[in-house]
């Protein structure tokens, strides 16, 4: 993705990446930290382009989060290098980074004017494995058992993840979140398209790729997609980007589907 984005015209200097072989890893503290110094530093106008790559999980929001809404009574989780497992003592996986935190993040840069796009290629997806072998694919998901969330929030987990599943549509026919509605406290507030790899109940994939390369590399499906639209394409929308995508597919939403991705 560094590589597109410098294709694009994005120099060095504006791209911070925190992956392993860079200066600074994805460890919690790293993330929040350059988030946090984003918002300080950005200006009205300027363009944000978040990434998350890794693994996800999900747990049942705790009782002291009640006043946030999630309708299926999940939190969803981002993993970060150092994820740690669940500490009773607080009701929550050490290390994690919930939705709670990364919403925050998003609201407090439109709140200054930026326009934000932000791409998570993270569980929970639908798979898009045509022509691959099984032992050549694997999930992004880690397990609430892997984290060691106690017996009984796994049980919630599962019951809450099952509700959703029969009360929301097949895959095939979820369609593209439309356009939210403008309020009044929207008008000075920036713009934002949001692509997500995975609806809450699906787990999203990563294979050698690409298909027939001698020295293949596991990538997530969703991102290579992604990354190859974008080269092949100088003046597309993030709706006709979004259009590359088979299902069942991931979930697209945000104020401006149809404004062209970078301002090309």
Known sequence: ??????????????????????????????????LDRLTQQVKPDDFVFL?????????????????????DGLDELFLPRDIGYWQNDVGAVENAIIDDELNTVITALRNKGTFTWIVFDSCHSGTMTRGLTKKDIRERRVSPNALGVPTPNRENLLEAGEDEKANSPS??????????????????????????????????PEMFLPAGNPAPYYHGLFTYTLAEVLAQNDDITYRQAAQNYRRPTPLFEGTHLDAPIFGT
């Open 171 to 204: 895959p095939s026919n979820i369609p593209m979140a439309s356009e939210p509605d403008k309020t009044d406290s929207d008008r000075d507030r920036g713009g934002y398209v949001a692509f997500y790899a995975a609806q809450t109940t699906e787990t999203t």
């Open 1 to 34: 993705m560094k590589q597109v984005l410098r294709e694009k015209g994005f120099v060095d200097d504006h791209i911070q990446v925190l992956a392993e072989g860079e200066k600074h890893l994805p460890t919690r503290k790293n993330i929040l930290a350059t």
């Open 51 to 71: 990434y998350f790559s890794g693994h996800g999980s999900q747990l049942p929001i705790s009782a002291a989060a009640k006043r946030h809404h999630e309708p």
